[in-house]
């Protein structure tokens, strides 16, 4: 008999008592247009990096929209910002930028409210 085992899986709940939006809002400050994004995905597949690593731009996205800074400040280093994000994204977003606000808050000491 093999051993059947459960994975635990992640909630996927937000806990808004507990979720800061600072980051959030600094980024939509200076990229707007990342409020239209639909996390289509075709940002991760053309990623250069997405290719030799586990970088993923969508799972980016949706955790800068759940608060998640660290897990940002860990996946955000493997960017290698070629654009390839932005040239494809159906709803011109600039990713690139997003990704660069994203590192840029990572780094403030105190994000604007």
Do not use: W
């Not at 799972?59 to 654009?83: A, D, N, P, W, Y």
């Not at 994204?89 to 606000?101: A, G």
């Amino acid at each position: 008999m093999s051993n059947l085992s459960f994975l635990k899986t992640k909630s996927r709940n937000i806990d808004y008592d507990h979720f800061d939006s600072r980051l959030l809002n600094y980024v939509l400050k200076y990229e707007p247009s990342f409020l239209t994004c639909i996390s289509c995905g075709g940002c991760t597949a053309t990623c250069s990096a997405g290719n030799l690593t586990s970088f993923n731009v969508r799972q980016i996205g949706l955790s800068l929209r759940r608060g998640e800074t660290e897990v940002l400040s860990q996946e955000i280093r493997k960017c290698m910002f070629c654009g390839k994000c932005t040239l494809v994204c159906p709803r011109d977003i600039n990713i690139r930028n997003v990704v660069l606000l994203i590192k840029k808050g990572l780094s403030m000491e105190e994000l604007e409210d």
